[in-house]
T-cell receptor
Framework: DTAVSQTPKYLVTQMGNDKSIKCEQN?????MYWYKQDSKKFLKIMFS???????INETVPNRFSPKSPDKAHLNLHINSLELGDSAVYFC?????????????FGPGTRLTVT | GENVEQHPSTLSVQEGDSAVIKCTYS??????FPWYKQELGKRPQLIID?????GEKKDQRIAVTLNKTAKHFSLHITETQPEDSAVYFC?????????FGTGTRLKVLA
């Protein structure tokens, strides 16, 4: 009964490839997020969706494209992978998108681009 | 722009001592300040939070204080234990997102 799940847990791929990471939450939350955590452990928000609608799109290259088929799922597709994309990607969800809502994180996907 | 500064970046304490981590935020509209703990290889998890209408909140060995005027908030851990060793992140709410601090790696020495 995992609250927020991600697949895959590890992803090793070569530069130039296209890959996807999937996220699902069974908490009934309205809002989902993607974060990138780099090697220095900085946690930076990339995208946020509320009821399948994009509400936050930080300065992220166009190669990254999120998709939310329903409010329980938020996937991240990355085109033309680069070395600098290597990081841990965390999905998260919260009850509402407003301030004061606890965010629940998934276990993370460690992406390594060689 | 939106920014949360966190200090120190690393902190080593003896078991049983107290640990204090400090954060400063830039957006005066921020009104919610969570603290997350991330153990090695694990996901960040909320340990305590505080809202702007409260100056202090305590939960067993963990407490958080907020100074809205100075835009400072701090995490206090008393009677530290080896299992407190982790990376701690502060965050401040800005519009529909949270801006995270740069993290503090806490080591509790037995």
């Amino acid at each position: 009964d995992t609250a927020v799940s991600q697949t895959p847990k590890y992803l090793v791929t070569q530069m130039g490839n296209d890959k996807s990471i999937k996220c699902e939450q069974n908490l009934g939350h309205d809002t989902m997020y993607w974060y990138k955590q780099d090697s220095k452990k900085f946690l930076k928000i990339m995208f946020s969706y509320n009821n399948k609608e994009l509400i936050i799109n930080e300065t992220v290259p166009n190669r990254f494209s999120p998709k939310s088929p329903d409010k329980a799922h938020l996937n991240l597709h990355i085109n033309s992978l680069e070395l600098g994309d290597s990081a841990v990607y965390f999905c998260a969800s919260s009850q509402v998108s407003g301030q004061g809502a606890e965010q629940y994180f998934g276990p993370g996907t460690r992406l390594t681009v060689t | 722009g939106e920014n949360v500064e966190q200090h120190p970046s690393t902190l080593s304490v003896q078991e049983g001592d107290s640990a204090v981590i400090k954060c400063t935020y830039s957006d005066s509209a921020s009104n919610y300040f969570p603290w997350y703990k991330q153990e090695l290889g694990k996901r960040p998890q909320l340990i305590i939070d505080i809202r702007s209408n409260v100056g202090e909140k305590k939960d067993q060995r963990i407490a958080v204080t907020l100074n809205k005027t100075a835009k400072h908030f701090s995490l206090h851990i008393t009677e530290t234990q080896p299992e407190d060793s982790a990376v701690y992140f502060c965050a401040a709410s800005v519009a529909y997102k949270y801006i995270f601090g740069t993290g503090t790696r806490l080591k509790v020495l037995a």
